[in-house]
């Protein structure tokens, strides 16, 4: 069980240590090593995806990954930023798969914006395909055509891709409350009817799971109106993109959400859903949790250890009950943690 682990910029080392110490006190026997990927790789070697990154993710069974990026980075040529990185890796590795669970832990039910009423106990997972749609059609670009410019881009979607990704919904819908929730927008877009039939012809496979459709609009609408209607919501890359941040804030703590991205074999890379944090790197006081969380998807979807994935999260749960908090989800009469203590927490849980 080999993991491949990537810590990236900004508060990526910082968090990723504490997720280590954490697998590292599960003693399930993982062999785990560390690459460059993002700005500090380009700094080592001028490439975002180096090629010795790649032959290590190549051969891992998982990628833990910090977050990559920051402002000195900004100014540099498009093969030379750190985001190119994480698109390399995702291609590479084919992970078509984007599963965000959105948790509100009772403890910060304060942290949203949302009434505590309408977002208390919200567990929802969002999947979004990763590799299709509009993000990766061609033809594409900016032209002049009748003497002006003119800007395309083009959505389409096989129904084999549109299958497999229905399908790792509605397994994952088996292992929480059995509801998957299709997005689409077929009342204007042809693909998207195409989505909303190949979806509910893959529901036959899955009689013990309710599916139901939804456009996209409607979905906007919805996930800050009752958000607790939804178990699974699966949707293509585009309005994943734009739904998934929509749900994550509705918890209010971007340093609690964990994220992870599979293959067709449940390889997976594991990420928080936050970025690098830049305006409080190297301070020791970002939230590991999200990295921590991220861990245990890793136990739960590459290595089918559900019962370890379980002893992680509910270490968390712990620590949220004790009353440790680190600034971003800081509450007054709380216990103030940095990196490393809200580390120690969740290891003296576990
Ligand atoms: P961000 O998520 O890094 O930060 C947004 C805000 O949330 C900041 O105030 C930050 O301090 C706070 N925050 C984020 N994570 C936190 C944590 N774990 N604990 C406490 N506070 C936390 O988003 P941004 O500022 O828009 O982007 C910063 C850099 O990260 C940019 O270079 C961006 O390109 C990159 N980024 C990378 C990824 C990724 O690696 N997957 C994702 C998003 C952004």
Redesign the pocket.
């Known amino acids: 069980m080999k993991i491949c682990v990537l810590p ?1 910029d ?2 990526g080392p910082e ?1 990723i240590a504490e997720a280590v110490r954490v697998l590292q006190a599960l003693d399930l026997g993982f062999e785990m090593e560390e690459a460059l990927l ?1 700005g500090c790789a380009v700094d080592a070697t001028g490439d975002p995806y180096p090629e010795a990154t790649q032959k290590l993710a190549l051969a891992a069974d998982a990628v833990l ?1 910090g ?5 000195q ?2 100014g540099n040529r498009r093969e030379q930023r ?2 190119r990185g ?1 698109l390399g890796i995702r291609k590479q590795l084919g992970l078509f798969a984007n599963l965000r669970p959105a948790i509100l832990y009772p403890e910060l039910a304060n942290a949203s914006t949302l009434k505590p009423e309408v977002v208390a106990g919200l567990d929802i997972l969002i999947v979004r395909e990763l590799t299709g749609d509009i993000y990766f059609g061609e033809p594409r670009g900016i032209e002049v055509r009748n003497g002006e410019r003119f800007g395309f881009n083009t959505m389409h979607y096989t129904e084999s891709e549109i299958r497999r990704i229905l399908r790792v919904a509605f397994e994952a819908a088996r292992k929480r409350s059995r509801k998957v929730c299709s997005v689409d927008k077929m009342n204007v877009l042809e693909c998207t009817q195409l989505w909303r039939d190949v979806a509910a012809e893959t529901a036959l496979e899955y009689p013990d799971v309710e599916l139901s459709h939804m456009l996209v609009d409607n979905a906007a609408m919805q996930l800050v109106k009752n958000p607790k209607q939804f178990d699974v919501v699966v949707t293509g890359n585009m309005f994943g993109d734009i739904l998934s941040d929509e749900a994550s804030m509705l918890t209010g703590s ?2 609690m959400l964990p994220s992870a991205s599979l293959d067709a074999n449940n390889k997976g890379l594991y ?2 859903s ?7 790197a190297g301070q020791g ?4 949790l ?1 990295t921590i969380l991220s861990a245990a998807m890793m136990l739960r979807y590459t290595f089918s250890n559900e019962a370890a994935a379980k002893r992680i999260e509910d270490a968390v749960k712990k620590v949220l009950a004790q009353g440790f908090r ?3 989800i800081y509450e007054s009469g709380m216990k103030k943690v940095g990196t490393r203590g809200m580390g120690d927490a969740v290891l003296a849980a576990l």
């Open positions: 990236g900004g508060i968090i993002g990954l977050a990559v990026g920051g402002p980075w900004d750190p985001e994480l971007i340093g990420e928080p936050h970025g690098s944090a830049p305006d409080i006081v970002a939230n590991p999200a680190t600034g971003d």
